[in-house]
Structure formats: C-alpha cells, structure tokens
C-alpha cells in the first residue's frame, strides 16, 4: 500500500482538548477568568522554550493538561476484516462562473469504504490548581456534561462512517498530593480518565460511477434488430456517437417506447400501438412507471430530465414532474435557452398574436402588427373582380381588400396589410414566437405546432434521472 496519513488519532485529540477549552473560574475579587488548555505530553523544545530554559520556572495555574494515556486494540468490537462497503454519490452540477448550484446532474461517484480497525482511547485531562475553591469550580462545571458520557464528531462528511464516538468519564484521581500535606508544597493536580471506543480507517476507494448512458435499440428485441450502446465508466467503454458526457448519467427508454409531446405533457406509446391507432386517446399510452421503476437511478420531480431532439438536430431539455392524478402524464417544464431560434421574417422572429380572422376585430393597429391567421381571409371567388367588398375591419387604408389565406403571417405596412409568410409555398421549417403568450411554434409544412410539441421515437428522446 501507498504512503498514507489521514490524522485521525489527531482528531481524536484535538476533539478533546476542544472539550476541555472553554470553562472559567472566578478569583477573589469576583473576575472570571478562563482557563487555559494545552497538550500534556509535549516535546522537550516546547517544554523548554515554556520554561524560558530555565529549571527555576513554574508553571503557571490553573491549567489543564490533556493527552493520551493509553491505545489498545479493541478485540470485541471486531467486525468482518474482509467487508467493503459501496455507496453511489450523485453530486448537483455547480456553475463555475457563478458558483451556484444547477438543475441537472453532476459527477458521479462510487465509493468504496473498506472495514476500520475497533481501537479503545484512554485520555488523561490533568487539572492544575492553587487552592480547594479552584478545583471544585473547574470539577463541577466539566462533570456536568458527563452523565457518564458525551458525544463527539470528528468530520462533518456524511459518508464516513466513523465520525461518530463517545467520550466516557471512566475514573477520577482527586489529588496528587499525600495527605497529610507536611511541607511539601507541589501544585495540586485532579487527574479525570476518559475512554472512547475509536475506528481507524484505511483510505477509501473512489471511482466515476459506470452507467448505461444511452440505448438505441430494445435490448429485450431479437437479435435481428441489433442493439448499439454507448456506456460510460467500464472496462472496454465505448462512445458510438461522441455525443454524451461521461460525467452523465443518462438512460433512453429499453424497450418500444415512443414518445408523444402534447400539451406541456408528455406520453408513452408503445410502437406496436403508434403504427394503429389514435395517439391522442390516454387508453393508448403506458404509465411512466413502467420504465422509472426499472432503474437504481432515483427520479427527482424538478430535477430529472426528459430531453427530446428536433428535426434541426438540436436537442430540447425539460424538467420533469410525473402528475399527482394521472401518472400516465409527465408535466413538462421546459428549459427555455435549449428552444430552438426564431426564423427572421422580414427582421422579426415573433408575430403580435394568433387570431381567426372570421371573429377578430383589429382595432388598433400600428406599423409592423403581424398575425398569424387560423382562417382564410377574403377567400371569395369574386375577390378582385371590382364587385366584392370584404370585411371592413380588414381592409386597407384605400378601402381595398387584401386577400390571406389559412396559417399565413400578415403584417400591417402602416397602410395596407401584406403577406410575410405565405403557407403554400413554403416547406423549409420555420419558428415562430408569439409575444402575446411567448409560447414558440412550428412551420412543419403542413400546420403550425409547439415546437417542442409532436410525436418522437424512441431514438429521439432520453430520460436523465
């Protein structure tokens, strides 16, 4: 083994003389004055340099002395020699900038702690007095905590699991003197005993927790299908497409598992039923936890991640929440930096508002107002042939009509209304945002959606616990 030193036995040491720190005494002329502690079984340098090298000095009192009388191996508190005890820790990601904790997960850890050896202290605390009225003031103030024992905590790390003792007040020796006293005038000395039952652990192990961090395929499926994996923290480990960290703990759902985004929830679909049936029906889905229960990893509503991948190869973080009533139904709450941008159109990537031109009323307009219509608008087959007349609150400063059709985005010149985003003729994906709710949409070719909203396979989306 490696050289190691961790102090424990000094922490011990430093635990009592903490104990004994503190406790006051009052003079004659009615100061209370504080009582010094110091380490007993000092080096000579020390001792000489306390006595300014000389053999004519005394010490001065009162004083208590602590240090350790005795160290024994203690046989009956032996437990197995061989036990090792492993322990994951999942650490919450912290902001190096800001030094602030994160919503998502951190490193993880896997510690393994090896059995400490049971060891029996003994400790001398010797009170140096000047008088009877000294002694039974600094005696009865320390006795007190001892009824017979205190407690003490030599770390304040959670996963060791030897921090924790017990300081017993085994015996006491009240005077160091011989009674009777003749001329022998040496300073009085109360020696209090103290035993503490005390473990010494050798260093533990600390390895990055391995995990499964992605599946693409159904590892329960035949073999026909394949299966690819990308896991992180074992022996031969393996990144298929270099896009997760290792310091991840990420899992996408085993089995056929698709998954519908509707709503601000979402839904599992096993594939079987996608390809028949109606997605919208709740009788088509699977409780969450159907896949939550298969893992070690524990879910932490508001903390665990559900993240889904768009068309444009950008992926959409959401903290999840599974619904109190209905836990077939992941809340969904999403991570606003990882939406997709807005497409410019014509310099802006937001439209006013939504509205169905057939019930909507304009009445207040102003350079730029854009819509995106739910309707068509003037849509007659006698537009434009100088008969028709349109709606009023629609028309043109000049009193002409302007002609718009279902899902298009018009905009107000200051003038006259003009088609910025034309739905036929478009097919490339557009995002849009509308600024009256700030919830951000889709151009899919067809119709307009949530951007984040639609239905993902199981390739598309991943769940970090």
Known sequence: MDYFYDGQIRRYLAQFINIMSNFAYKDGKGNIIQVPVRYGDMTRQVAQIMKKNSENAIPSVPLIACYIKDLQFDRPRMQDPTFISKINIRERDVDPDTNTYLHNQGSNYTVERIMPSPYLITLNADIWTTSMDQKLQIWEQIVVFFNPSFEIQTTDNYIDWTSLSVLHL???????????????????????TFTAPVWITPPAKVRKLGVITKIISNIFANSAQGTILNVYGKEGAVDVFGDISPDEDVIVTPGNY??????????????????????????????????????????????????FST????????????NPLDDYSMVLNIDPDTIPTNTLISGRGTVDAIVNPETYNPTTLSAGTRYLILED????????????????????????????????????????????????????????????????????GTSWQKSYEGYYTNKLWRLIL
């Open 170 to 192: 085994e015996s006491q020796t009240w005077s160091s003197r011989s009674i009777p006293q003749g001329i022998n005038e040496d300073i009085d000395i109360l020696t209090m």
């Open 258 to 307: 698709d998954l519908l985004v509707i709503n601000g929830t979402a839904r599992l679909i096993p594939y079987s039923v996608a390809q028949n049936a109606d997605l919208l029906d709740p009788g088509n889905s699977v409780s969450w936890h159907r896949i939550l229960d298969q893992y070690p990893g524990k879910f932490r509503a508001g903390l665990s991640q559900l993240r």
């Open 311 to 322: 068309e444009a190869g950008s992926e959409i973080i959401s903290y999840i929440s599974l």
């Open 377 to 444: 608008l003037n849509s007659s087959p006698d537009f434009g042939n100088g008969t028709y007349s349109g709606p009023i609150a629609w028309k043109n400063a000049d009193n002409s009509d302007h002609q718009a059709f279902a899902n298009d985005i018009i905009e107000w010149t200051g003038t006259a209304w003009s088609t910025i985003f034309n739905s036929s003729t478009a097919t490339s994906v557009v995002y849009i945002t509308n600024a009256y709710t700030g919830t951000q949409y889709q151009w899919t």
